[in-house]
């Protein structure tokens, strides 16, 4: 028997990915999803009929379930509504969301994480551009993090012509680095040194560039953040110096949320699929 779907809440990723499972045949009802009329105006009705309950990506914002209708929904809610036989996909759900039915957390999905990566990095790019006065092409631009979005984000920058470093702090990462023939520094301490740069880019959740080092780089250097929080520099610390920081927090979502909403929707059935073989 097909699985019913509900997808409560989200921005416009989860209206792209409910659009994209209603079109391949899927039954789904919406609640509370941007752009969308929802299916029922009961959450505890909706998610009665459902086998399969979509939350979005973040999951759980400051304890609610938030959507961009302005309204929010208590995850408790959720929990109490949810038929026992439900298998409920979120992102970054956190531990407090413990409902007594199946949950996973897609933020978590290798695969997914690779492709939001490059997401990230096209994002990232898209606001270098419109943040700095001049081409990316015979930039220079550091990349601090050699994960999965800093190295897709140094190649796709030097693909366009710009000097890229990569700053990381593993032996194994610097291999890498060099492999790509991309320059490489050491995060924290910056030997080849921050005055040269045009652009900042950070990925590492933690604070590694102090005050004193936002103060070495250029007047004109943009930093941009991509890591989540507490991030990688202080905004207000590069207000006080003169340096502009730009925010690039949820990329995927804003720049290309229905490729985004698509490639969820399919590491979800992806999923689903496996469970039946």
């Not at 695969?111 to 096209?122: F, H, I, K, S, Y």
């Not at 023939?181 to 933690?206: E, K, M, R, W």
């Not at 730009?246 to 290309?256: M, N, R, T």
Request: hydrophobic content about 40%.
């Amino acid at each position: 028997m097909e699985k019913a779907f509900a997808v409560i809440g989200g921005d416009s990723r989860m209206r792209y990915l409910a659009q994209y499972l209603r079109r391949i045949g899927r039954t789904v009802d919406v609640f509370a999803v941007d752009g969308l009329p929802d299916s029922c105006a009961d959450l505890k009705e909706t998610l009665h009929r459902a086998k399969v309950v979509i939350l979005p990506m973040p999951a759980i914002k400051d304890g609610t379930i938030r959507n961009l209708q302005g309204a929010s929904i208590d995850p408790s809610e959720i929990a109490d509504y949810l038929r026992s036989d439900a298998q409920v996909f979120g992102g970054k759900l956190g531990s407090s969301f413990a409902p007594r039915c199946a949950v996973k957390d897609y933020s978590e999905w290798e695969p997914l994480c690779r492709m939001n990566a490059v997401l990230t990095a096209e994002g990232a790019i898209q606001l270098a551009m419109e943040q700095t006065e001049r081409a990316l092409f015979g930039s220079r631009c550091l990349v601090i993090g050699a994960g999965r979005i800093g190295m897709q984000l140094a190649k796709k920058l030097s693909a366009l012509g710009a000097d890229v470093t990569v700053s990381a702090r593993k032996e194994a990462d610097y291999a890498q680095i060099r492999a790509e023939h991309l320059t490489a520094d050491v995060t924290g301490s910056y030997g080849l040194g921050l005055a040269q740069y045009d652009c900042i880019f950070n990925t590492v959740p933690a604070k590694i560039l102090t005050v004193e080092q936002i103060e070495h780089t250029k007047p004109d250097c943009v930093l941009i953040e991509l890591a989540s929080a507490p991030g990688g520099f202080s905004q207000e610390d590069c207000r006080l110096l003169g340096r502009k920081y730009v925010s690039g927090g949820g990329l995927p979502g804003i720049v290309a949320p229905k490729t985004a909403g698509i490639w969820i929707a399919d590491a979800i059935l992806a999923d689903l699929r496996q469970e039946v073989q």
